[in-house]
């Protein structure tokens, strides 16, 4: 620690060294000039005979030797000066000082072969050195006071808030793995994205451009059907990942041990399509599997329910909507259970219907306070109930719809050992509201079949899930691990998750998957992303000035890795996110921040080689329109048949009464007539 004492005392050596200095230079003044200063009678004896001594020594021989000395020891003066510190001091001026200096210092001996008389040539020699002297001062005084730490250097913090990422290539038989690079320090390194257990579910958030399907969904499809892995891939602007998906399995078709086969399901383009029954009354064992498709059906045909559950105009029709399932699961054995029939059925008067509802015994419980409303004339109270769900469904009934899920070209267990598939289903994002609600009950079906014990290791992928309704896609993430159904969740942001599934929902789907890879987003987005992959060490400097010294202070503290203002600027392919691993496969550096490698060309090449999605079927309007009469003449005949039965069976049951009240009137009749 400097003292007071300590200060002045190198000030004092720092005077005396520059005195001597200047004194060097001075008698080097007075020998190379000394017939000027003669002439001046500016000599004296003594001071000659003084001169003449200190020149014995050697210094003075010649005119390099003392002004390099002067030189010298004005250089040690200015190492010891200690000025006060400016940011404003620039070093580009510091040298144009020193370097004219010198130049002025050294290129004054020119004045001696100047053709004119001693007197200029002493006076032009001596102001000219002196001049060098003085600039060579004055820059190595500013040199001094420079500020030698640069704090604006990083104006973003960016280097600072590097971190190590993995860099080794982690593959197992379900990984999905991105190649990558990332700045460390300044340097640009390679880097893997190693999502190795995809099965604890992978979240890909970015806003519109940030290069979701390009560059992570792509990825998914291509790895996993190289892998062998059944696929249902949900294409909300089809069909960019169906043209994807149908390339790659006839690239990879010969990993599989069965080959799968590729199933569509489209709703404007019919003969791009197949046809599936979502209400296959195979797979619907028992009346929850109905309750749980009238939900879902509902729920997302009114996306403002999905935040009222539980209430008794929302739950109504749901119940109506469920008994009307299973009535038709039942009749027949399932002959008419279609979602069209459903549709078709639910349109019927409440005299018909009620009467053939009841006679269906598991469904009694649901439809009694409909009926009771019924049968006491409560018409508005009955409307409230049940009216909702016949307008909810009635936008569903269109011949094109009808047609689609009115077939039975294939069933949605993709993930059959025996039979497995690949199915994309498109949206059109212009219909968003009445396909994304039937789309969604197919989700619910194939999710409901594939989450099973004994299955192939499947894949589902959802583009934009928000524009679909899934309400246990949470259940769906955590239980299904054990049985190999790897997840893909693309969404734009997290309020836009919330808009569609409200606040409860939205949260448990952000924070149950184990993998997320996020691109630019904004707002409470970006605030969660940035505290779940959390604080590093950092550097931290800070400069203090004042009138008599300059202090420069480093320290450490923990701080975001990535802050929420640096994912709100993220670059189209630049990615931020965390890993999830294995306990058999542990991976330390789970967290990344890196810019995802696509090979732009290759892929543009591989592209311009894709052949479209083939045409599976010619379909005409007439048989589309005779589809649509054909399943309102089912409806009309199944309503004829069992009305019928039931009036025959009521005038049965009177001939019966009849018959009776005449046993019980103690006489036959024809005694009775011959009286």
């Given at each position: 620690m400097q003292t007071g004492e300590d200060i002045q005392g190198l000030r004092k050596i720092i005077d005396f060294t520059r005195l001597i200095s200047l004194l060097i230079l001075s008698i080097h003044f007075y020998i190379s000039c000394y017939t000027a200063f003669r002439e001046w009678h500016w000599t004296a004896e003594i001071t000659n005979r003084l001169v003449m001594n200190i020149g014995k020594t050697g210094l003075f021989i010649g005119m390099l030797k003392p002004k390099l000395a002067a030189l010298l020891l004005l250089f040690i003066t200015l190492i010891g000066a200690k000025g006060k510190k400016d940011e404003k001091i620039r070093k580009d001026t510091i040298a144009i000082y020193i370097g004219a200096g010198l130049l002025f210092y050294f290129?004054?001996?020119?004045?001696?072969?100047?053709?004119?008389n001693v007197a200029i040539i002493a006076i032009s020699y001596i102001g000219i050195t002196s001049l060098g002297y003085l600039l060579i001062l004055t820059g190595g005084g500013r040199l001094s006071r420079l500020l030698k730490i640069n704090l604006q250097k990083d104006i973003f913090n960016t280097e600072n808030e590097t971190f190590p990422q993995e860099e080794r290539l982690l593959e197992n038989e379900y990984s999905v793995n991105l190649p990558a690079r990332y700045s460390l320090k300044g340097k640009v390194r390679?880097?893997?994205?190693?999502?190795?257990?995809?099965?604890?579910?992978?979240?890909?958030?970015?806003?519109?451009?940030?290069?979701?399907?390009?560059?992570?969904?792509?990825?998914?499809?291509?790895?996993?059907?190289?892998?062998?892995?059944?696929?249902?891939?949900?294409?909300?602007?089809?069909d960019d990942l169906t043209k994807i998906a149908y390339n790659k399995l006839k690239k990879y078709q010969h990993n599989y041990k069965v080959k799968p086969k590729f199933y569509l399901i489209n709703f404007d383009d019919l003969s791009r399509t197949h046809r599936c029954n979502p209400l296959d009354p195979q797979s619907m064992d028992d009346i929850t599997d109905a309750t749980e498709a009238s939900r879902t059906i509902l729920l997302g045909l009114n996306r403002e329910w999905i935040k009222k559950q539980g209430d008794f105009f929302v739950e109504s029709p749901i119940n109506f909507l469920t008994a009307i399932i299973w009535y038709l699961r039942k009749y027949e054995n399932g002959r008419y259970c279609t979602l069209p029939h459903v549709i078709e059925l639910m349109q019927a008067d409440y005299e018909e219907l009620f009467p053939i509802l009841k006679e269906q015994e598991e469904i009694k419980v649901l439809i009694n306070p409909f009926i009771s409303a019924f049968q006491n004339k409560a018409k508005e109270q009955l409307e409230g109930q049940v009216a909702s769900a016949k307008i909810s469904l009635a936008r569903l009934s269109s011949p094109q719809l009808y047609y689609v899920l009115s077939g039975n070209d294939f069933t949605l267990d993709i993930n059959n050992p025996k039979k497995p598939k690949i199915v994309c289903m498109g949206n059109n994002p212009q219909k968003l509201q009445t396909y994304g609600a039937v789309l969604s009950l197919y989700i619910s079906r194939v999710i409901k079949l594939v989450?099973?014990?004994?299955?192939?290791?499947?894949?589902?992928?959802?583009?934009?899930?928000?524009?679909?309704?899934?309400?246990?896609?949470?259940?769906?993430i955590a239980t299904a691990r054990s049985n190999r159904v790897a997840t893909t969740l693309g969404i734009q942001d997290y309020s836009q998750?919330?808009?569609?599934?409200?606040?409860?929902?939205?949260?448990?789907?952000?924070?149950?998957?184990?993998?997320?890879?996020s691109g630019q987003v904004t707002g409470d987005t970006a605030k969660q992303l940035s505290e779940r992959i959390g604080?590093?060490?950092?550097?931290?400097?800070?400069?203090?000035?004042n009138s008599n010294d300059t202090s420069i202070s480093k320290s450490?503290?923990?701080?975001?890795?990535?802050?929420?203002?640096?994912?709100?600027?993220l670059s189209s392919g630049t990615f931020v996110g965390m890993v999830a691993d294995n306990?058999?496969?542990?991976?330390?550096?789970?967290?990344?921040?890196?810019?995802?490698?696509?090979?732009?060309?290759?892929?543009n090449a591989e592209q311009d080689g894709y052949k479209p999605v083939p045409e599976i079927d010619q379909v005409t309007a007439e048989d589309v329109q005779e589809n649509y009469l054909m399943i309102k003449a089912d409806i009309q005949s199944l309503i004829d048949t069992e009305i019928g039965m039931l009036k025959e069976r009521k005038t049965a049951e009177n001939s019966n009464k009849a018959e009776h009240r005449d046993e019980n009137s103690g006489e036959p009749s024809g005694q009775a007539m011959s009286m």
């Open positions: 290129i004054s001996v020119l004045c001696f072969y100047l053709n004119a390679n880097s893997w994205i190693n999502f190795i257990n995809p099965f604890r579910g992978l979240l890909v958030v970015g806003t519109p451009g940030a290069g979701k399907s390009y560059f992570v969904i792509r990825h998914v499809i291509d790895q996993h059907l190289k892998k062998g892995f059944s696929m249902f891939i949900y294409d909300f602007k089809f989450n099973r014990k004994n299955q192939l290791k499947s894949s589902l992928i959802f583009d934009e899930f928000p524009t679909i309704y899934f309400n246990n896609i949470d259940s769906l998750l919330k808009k569609d599934y409200g606040r409860e929902q939205a949260e448990v789907i952000m924070n149950i998957v184990g993998n997320i890879i604080k590093i060490m950092q550097e931290r400097n800070s400069l203090s000035i450490t503290q923990l701080d975001y890795a990535v802050p929420a203002s640096k994912i709100s600027a306990p058999d496969e542990k991976i330390e550096l789970k967290v990344f921040h890196s810019e995802i490698q696509n090979d732009h060309s290759a892929i």
